[in-house]
């Protein structure tokens, strides 16, 4: 065919996408109990696996006894590993991926304490977790993204109940979980 492109059409058959989803939220939102409900039914891959499986900079801050991670880094390491594989990411910088969906797991400032303070966490991690909650932070990082964003409130929720609105959100029920219907505002106020 000389002087014409040859243009290949692929089917929709032929046509694979593939879905990345984050799980994601402050720590002691439920992330990691609630993706174990789910794990047999998806591809569920912890953030933190990846960082320490390979190829991921990382700095030991001491002084907020964590580890900083390159998200750049990891998300072309994430890209390179996953590739051709429906996944959901679970970690707080998850939200920081190349993904096409970001479910945010979002707890009261006030419960999300007792959770952590449960952990063992000092006084100065606990409180630097609840601000952030308490402002929105992931949520907000997560909107500023390409991705879809939806939000659970898992405050009053058990892990199978928290598993099962993943489930429906992974379902298409994206609407009800729309940002923006939970609100630490009063609580927040209350610190002051």
């Known amino acids: 065919m000389q002087g014409h492109d040859v243009i290949n059409i692929l089917s929709s058959q032929d046509l694979v996408l593939h879905m990345l989803v984050a799980l994601t939220g402050t720590p002691g939102t439920g992330k990691s109990t609630a993706s174990e ?15 320490m499986k390979g190829g991921v900079s990382t700095v030991l801050d001491e002084d907020r006894d964590s580890l900083e991670i390159d998200t750049g880094e990891l998300d ?7 590739i051709d594989r429906d996944v ?7 939200h920081f991926l190349s993904v096409g969906l970001i479910i945010v797991l979002r707890c009261q400032p006030s419960k999300l304490a007792s959770r952590l303070r449960s952990r063992g966490w000092n ?25 879809e964003v939806c939000e659970i409130d898992t405050t009053n929720m058990s892990a199978r109940e928290v598993a099962d609105v993943i489930e ?6 994206r609407e009800k979980y729309a940002p923006g ?3 630490w505002s009063n609580e927040v106020m209350s610190w002051f």
């Not at 409900?37 to 960082?51: A, F, K, M, N, T």
């Not at 072309?76 to 996953?82: A, G, I, V």
């Not at 959901?88 to 998850?94: E, K, M, P, R, T």
């Open 37 to 51: 409900l789910i794990r047999s039914q998806y591809d569920v891959v912890e953030i933190i696996d990846l960082v």
């Open 76 to 82: 072309e390491y994430m890209l390179n590993e996953l």
């Open 88 to 94: 959901i990411l679970v970690g707080h910088l998850s």
């Open 123 to 147: 006084d100065s991690k606990i409180k630097e977790n609840i601000e952030a909650e308490g402002c929105d932070v992931i949520l907000v990082e997560s909107i500023e993204t390409a991705a």
């Open 168 to 173: 429906e959100i992974l379902a298409g029920e």
């Open 181 to 183: 219907y939970v609100d």
